[in-house]
């Protein structure tokens, strides 16, 4: 019997063997790249989006995180509050208070009976007032419990002889609910509403208004006062 024959049948097996187990881990390190390679494009693709608009025009978006989310839906309620709260006139009045109770906890009761013990309403219709409100700024700090935040904002009374406008610097805590609804849509409330207000610069004409530098009149931190509103 032929011994060497044996040991080349060997070696070839032996060989045969290396060569299946180096096919088999370049197999696996392609196939380990290539699913790698897919969840990145999967991830990518859930993380960005096309919007058409009405125009047809076609915007990339990008997906945000549920806490980003929520910062903006903190400002946007406050926004929504101030601009109920602190603009309206006559025939608005009440339906702007109303909706903005419905975004501030019991602090809004407070500064309904502020309202009241000046017959706010009355004042309106009897000065023939109306008040509106530009948003300068807002900023949400998530990392407090609860969530806090600083809104600062124009308010202008106009009257038919002119104009009076003033800074208002707020400072607020913001809580969630357990639900949302139609009158609240981002199921929050408002609390602890603090406010600043600067001294109220007048302008001659209608419809015309100049605003004054926020924070020279730092005694006057505390909830709003209705008879700090527009003109006498």
Excluded at 17 to 34: D, V
Excluded at 170 to 176: R, S
């Amino acid at each position: 019997m032929n011994l060497m024959k044996f040991k080349g049948a060997d070696d070839a097996v032996k060989l045969t063997i290396r060569l299946s187990a180096g096919y088999c881990i370049i197999l696996t390190i392609a196939f380990a790249s290539s699913i790698i390679f897919l969840i990145n494009k999967i991830e990518k693709a859930y993380g960005q989006a096309l919007v058409i608009d009405r125009q047809g025009e076609v915007y990339e978006a990008s997906s945000l995180s549920a806490s980003d989310m929520r910062q903006y839906e903190y400002m946007n309620h406050v926004k929504t509050f101030v601009t109920h709260w602190y603009a309206f006139d006559e025939s608005s009045y009440e339906k702007n208070i109303s909706l903005a109770l419905n975004l501030i906890g019991n602090k809004g009761k407070e500064l309904l009976n502020e309202y009241n013990d000046v017959n706010m309403l009355n004042s309106l219709i009897q000065k023939n007032i109306r008040y509106g409100v530009r948003i300068k700024d807002v900023e949400i700090n998530t990392q407090t419990i609860p969530v806090s935040g600083k809104i600062i904002f124009t308010q202008t009374g106009y009257r038919a002889r002119g104009s009076i406008s003033r800074n208002i610097e707020a400072e607020f805590t913001i809580y969630d609910m357990l639900s949302r609804s139609e009158e609240n849509a981002h199921g929050a409330k408002i609390e602890d509403w603090i406010v600043r207000y600067s001294e109220p610069v007048e302008s001659n004409g209608a419809n015309t208004s100049q605003a004054a530098s926020p924070g020279k009149n730092e005694n006057q931190s505390e909830t709003s006062k209705p008879t700090d509103h527009g003109t006498e």
